[in-house]
């Protein structure tokens, strides 16, 4: 899909869901709103509400299958089908590409983004996050959001809340963060020394997720999702030379084997004295 093909798609979303009672504003978000989007690559769309007149569920559901190139789509979400942080949503295709509608709550949208002003973030299991949903993901996505329906403005009024990047979320990050993945090496020890494999892999992934939401901190960057994330890290300044390349190491050294195991946890041990040497 070229930048006319999704232009054309923006408008016939735009066109049919602007219209929908409760539709508060439509933005462009994911990887095509990143500027990082592969040819492939979905596209993804928010569409924000008011709580207290969200759009009716099968109304939205029947305007996204007319819009659907085969007049179907593959699969949806309900409102809380996904959990409290993911709002529900449908999947389609249009002009041959894969298109979701992600629903996003305004109300909780403007606190999370308030809480995340103050410097007061959280972390909440979530079907599709293995690291857990931290409630700064709303942040970035506000921020990097390209809005193409806002009649309103309540687009432009949550970017406000998070545009700049505020200085006490970014305390809080690497505090908090920076802490776990620590945490995380200290309890996973014993385990490795017992051959422990599946409760290292979980700590080392952890160790890792938490050490690439520092180094974004660090550089006042949103962290919106962990796919991805460790190879955008070894881009930026704040990384340690070789991020990417340590992190690979590390993880293939998890085999059933206890010496390997805390092999690998040094191997992270040392990366994490990097990152904070260079917060």
């Not at 008011?50 to 949806?76: C, I, M, N, Q």
Request: aromatic fraction near 8%.
């Amino acid at each position: 899909m070229d930048d006319a093909d999704l232009r054309r798609v923006l408008d016939r979303i735009r066109d049919g869901l602007a219209g929908v009672p409760g539709t508060a504003g439509l933005v462009l978000g994911g990887s095509r709103a990143r500027g990082t989007a592969r040819a492939n690559s979905d596209v993804d769309v928010g569409l924000y509400y008011e709580p207290g007149r969200r759009p009716d569920f099968d109304t939205l559901l029947g305007v996204v299958a007319d819009l659907d190139d085969r007049g179907a789509v593959d699969g949806f979400g309900r409102y809380g089908e996904w959990g409290p942080w993911i709002n529900g949503g449908v999947w389609s295709r249009m002009a041959g590409t894969k298109v979701d509608i992600l629903l996003r709550d305004v109300a909780k949208t403007r606190q999370v983004l308030a809480d995340c002003a103050a410097g007061r973030i959280d972390i909440h299991y979530q079907p599709g996050h293995p690291h857990g949903f931290c409630t700064a993901i709303y942040a970035g996505e506000v921020f990097q959001n390209v809005p193409f329906h806002d009649p309103d403005g309540v687009l432009a009024e949550l970017r406000g809340l998070v545009d700049p990047y505020p200085e006490r979320l970014r305390t809080a990050v690497v505090e908090r963060f920076g802490w776990e993945a620590g945490f995380s090496l200290s309890t996973a020890k014993s385990a490795a020394e017992r051959g422990d494999v599946a409760y290292v892999t979980g700590c080392a992934f952890r160790t890792v997720s938490c050490l690439t939401q520092v180094v974004f901190a660090a550089e006042r960057r949103y962290l919106t999702n962990e796919k991805g994330s460790v190879a955008l890290v070894s881009g930026f300044a704040s990384a340690p030379a070789g991020y990417a390349e340590r992190v690979a190491d590390a993880l293939t050294a998890v085999t059933h084997s206890p010496q390997d195991l805390v092999s690998a946890l040094e191997q992270l041990s040392a990366l994490h004295d990097d990152v904070l040497a260079g917060v």
